[in-house]
């Protein structure tokens, strides 16, 4: 195994994640019915997204948190997102840009469980449950 070493490598990473996430029995739905996200056109997104906290490239624009809150997130899915990822860099790569992804994969679920919290998302949910 090698570590993080070109763009090639960072699809690698996002695709094998993605699928994973597909097939999640609790992630899956989120992503392919209550989001309905066009895997080919997110995909390269997330490409472009990885590469620029990885590389510093300046490709990716957006403000993904925002595209996010209006989904059924629960707090417990965000352990399970970087659950994932972790899993899936350590199959695939090892190294010193490896371990910074899963650092990064989890101080972005932080983050953003973080701001759901503030917003009153998890409450909300939890009341309806």
């Known amino acids: 195994m090698h570590d993080i070493r070109n763009e090639e490598d960072i699809a690698t990473l996002v695709h094998a994640f993605y699928a994973k996430i597909e097939k999640d029995e609790r ?19 997330m ?20 595209q996010h ?4 997130i629960k707090q417990d899915d965000f352990g399970r997102w970087v659950g994932l990822f972790v899993e899936t860099v350590d199959e695939h790569f090892e190294g ?3 371990n910074y992804a899963k650092e990064m994969a989890e101080n972005i679920a932080n983050s953003f469980s973080t701001r759901m919290a503030m917003s009153g998302k998890f409450e909300k949910s939890n009341e309806a449950e």
Do not use: C, M, Q
């Open 69 to 72: 809150l209006p989904l059924p």
């Open 27 to 45: 992630l899956g739905p989120i992503f392919n019915e209550e989001a309905n996200v066009d895997w080919d056109e997110h995909l390269p997104k």
């Open 96 to 98: 010193k840009r490896a």
């Open 47 to 66: 490409v472009s997204f990885w590469s620029k906290l990885l590389f510093g490239t300046s490709r990716y624009k957006g403000r993904p948190f925002r």
